[in-house]
């Protein structure tokens, strides 16, 4: 009885990483997101829509690239965001893929240093709330249920997004922020209020945006019972959940990190990967159930 209770749950949870893995693939629609005067961009934003079926309403993610832009070198959009988009949709979420880079002229900003880039960290929070306004005068979404998820810088501008309430309207509901850069906010973590529940996942040995500052503004801010809480995955690094990543590598080519001017290390982690697949839709379900 024991040994098929044990190959009833094995047999369950494959089926879920099965249902995770190879969700298929959504309907994808390349659009312009207006800036609607709280954007600082000069442009209509390009944006890339997943597009669950079904009219909905549906619950909505806007999602937000790091550094590297949201493209790969062949212009098209990047693995990570691709999977990522593909996954929400094939759960009923509409996925708002936003590109803050076109708009302002620049591909990534990965190679250059913190003091020396012109795209800043308050251009990101009024591109979040541009499109934020965009998603919620659509009929297929729920206003009541839109959240934020970033990447690296943008795991940084999903802090800030989310610390800061917008002029007009509510905020997001949610916010999720794959390996942020926490170092000066938890400097200045009596500043730091998040709005909305808030989910940080990052890798234990990442020495591009490290895990302790991030542990340390999370220990902080939930012992005054604000939402926010931290997945730290041991042995893994920067990059963690991207698909496109095949072998550890030491980027020489940014300046930024733990050690500046020594590189950063990217690394796969197939199991973290699927287990922070699982943990984002959890915590959605949690949150907007």
Not at 145 to 168: F, N
Not at 170 to 189: D, E, L, Q, T, V
Not at 251 to 273: L, S
Request: net charge positive; charged share 20%; proline share 6%.
């Amino acid at each position: 009885m024991q040994k098929s209770s044990k190959r009833l749950r094995r047999f369950h949870t494959l089926l879920l990483a099965l249902c995770i893995g190879n969700a298929s693939a959504a309907a994808v629609e390349s659009i312009h997101v207006p800036t609607a005067g709280i954007s600082s961009a000069a442009v209509a934003l390009v944006a890339h829509l997943f597009k669950p079926a079904g009219p909905g309403p549906h619950p909505a993610v806007l999602m937000m690239h790091g550094c590297g832009g949201a493209y790969n070198s062949q212009g098209e959009l990047s693995a990570r965001h691709q999977m990522w988009g593909e996954i929400l949709a094939s759960h009923g979420y509409i996925a708002l893929m936003l590109d803050s880079f076109s708009a302002r002229n620049s591909k990534e900003i990965c190679r250059v240093k913190f003091d020396e880039r012109k795209v800043k960290e308050s251009d990101g929070v009024g591109d979040a709330y541009a499109a934020l306004a965009w998603l919620r005068q659509r009929s297929d979404v729920d206003p009541s249920r839109i959240g934020i998820l970033g990447w690296s810088y943008d795991g940084g501008v999903t802090l800030a997004t989310i610390s800061h309430q917008p002029e007009h309207g509510k905020g997001f509901s949610a916010a999720i922020s794959f390996y942020p850069g926490c170092s000066a906010r938890n400097r200045h973590a009596d500043r730091f209020h998040p709005y909305a529940p808030l989910l940080v996942l990052m890798g234990e040995a990442d020495d591009w945006t490290p895990a302790a500052p991030c542990k340390a503004l999370t220990d902080t801010v939930a012992g005054r019972n604000e939402p926010m809480r931290i997945v730290l995955y041991p042995d893994s690094y920067h990059d963690f959940d991207n698909p496109s990543l095949t072998t550890k590598r030491v980027r020489k080519d940014v300046p930024n990190g733990v050690h500046p001017g020594q590189g950063v290390t990217v690394a796969p982690n197939a199991q973290a990967r699927e287990d922070a697949k699982r943990r984002v839709l959890a915590f959605l379900g949690e949150v907007w159930k």
